[in-house]
């Protein structure tokens, strides 16, 4: 059996696919430079290489040494906040990493690709839900280099024998059930983590950026998309690659949407903890409402998200947070 080779498989969404690869009983070699993502979280049962996808001759090592049949690519960064004080950063890994990435396959003959592109490729949304022939106007530096991404797969895909799937995520959340990995950022921005680090000690309250909003409680609302669910997606779209699908572009979400309010609600039924919050100032370059149409990776990619109770996606990530309260660190599996 050929390999799948997962790059940023100690990641948060890469080290879950890695996991769901192996449970479905596929190979899977991961490489990772291990910049934000952690050797914990990389399942035993793959072969890890630690190293930079800005390194064509690692990369070509890996492809010399092991039978790949196609790419899961997650490697890059991804904090908005960063990306807009340290656009560079984004450039330089998110676009010159894939540049050689795709160089190298293209060199080994390695033709299908499955990547993590995000809803921020999108903007401020002129209609909701969102569909992916709907314009694309990011408002921040990771967006653009995730949208420079897709471009970049559809150029290499028109002039190369290589086909790519690019994966639009909502807002990616929860943990594997199995306790073992989960949601380990730092610094931590995205909202979930965060409202646990209240019931876990870490943080006295937790801020809600912005009440004002022209929503039903005035907080942002946003489409919450378990991990697993999405680790699945990646797994249907390499199938669908190598069923001879060809490129293609799919929203990843459950088209409900929460507020901010209603998930720290739901936090507080799961942890038994009142919580408290506090209404701030908005933060700069947030879009009021992003709720995904995903009927295209339904209807083509035979998706089906399973942990889609917003209780169930809290219940999970709490139960990662809860006996990991300082993530991967000190920590072994
Ligand atoms: N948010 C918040 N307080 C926080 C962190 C996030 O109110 O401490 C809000 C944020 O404004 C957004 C939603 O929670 O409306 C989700 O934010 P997150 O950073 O998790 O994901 P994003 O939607 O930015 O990808």
Redo the contacts with the bound molecule.
């Keep these: 059996m050929k390999s799948i080779l997962v790059l940023g498989g100690a990641g948060y969404i890469g080290s879950h696919t890695v996991y769901a690869l192996i449970e479905a009983g596929k190979k899977v070699v991961v490489i990772d430079n291990l910049e934000t993502g952690f050797k914990q979280a990389v399942h035993p049962d793959a072969t890890f290489y630690e190293g930079d996808i800005r390194n064509r001759s690692f990369l070509d090592e890996v492809f010399e040494r092991e039978e790949i049949e196609g790419v899961i690519h997650f490697a890059a960064n991804s904090q ?1 906040g960063e990306s807009m004080t340290n656009p560079l950063k984004y450039y330089n890994n998110n676009l010159c990493g894939t540049e050689v990435l795709l160089e190298s396959m293209v060199a080994h003959g390695i033709n299908k690709i499955v990547f993590s592109s995000t ?2 490729t999108y903007g401020e949304p002129e209609s909701i839900p969102i569909l992916e022939s709907d314009p694309t106007h990011p408002t921040n530096c990771y967006g653009e280099t995730k949208l420079s991404m897709e471009k970049m797969m559809h150029w290499t895909s028109v002039a190369h024998d290589l086909r790519y799937v690019a994966l639009r995520y909502f ?1 990616a ?1 929860g943990a594997h059930p199995n306790g073992k990995i989960g949601e380990a950022h730092n610094p931590e ?4 983590p ?2 646990l680090q209240v019931p876990n000690e870490k943080r006295g309250h ?5 009440g004002d909003y022209d929503t039903k409680d005035g ?4 489409d919450y998309i378990h991990v697993n669910d999405l680790a699945q997606a990646h797994i249907l779209a390499m199938e669908y690659l190598v069923n001879g699908g060809e490129s293609n572009t799919f929203n990843l979400g459950n088209g409900v949407g929460f507020t ?1 309010k209603e ?1 720290i609600e739901t936090a507080r039924k799961v942890t038994g903890h009142p919580i408290p919050a506090k209404v ?1 100032p ?2 700069a370059g ?1 879009p009021s409402t ?1 709720i995904a149409s995903s009927d295209k990776a339904k209807e083509v990619l035979k998706w089906k998200p399973q942990m889609d109770s917003l209780e169930t996606i809290i219940e999970t990530a709490w139960k990662w947070h809860k006996n990991h309260p300082d993530g991967y660190d000190n920590r072994t599996m």
């Design positions: 908005v809803a921020a807002n959340c921005t995205h909202l979930i965060l409202i937790i801020s809600i950026f912005g907080t942002c609302v946003r901010v998930v701030e908005r933060r947030d992003l």
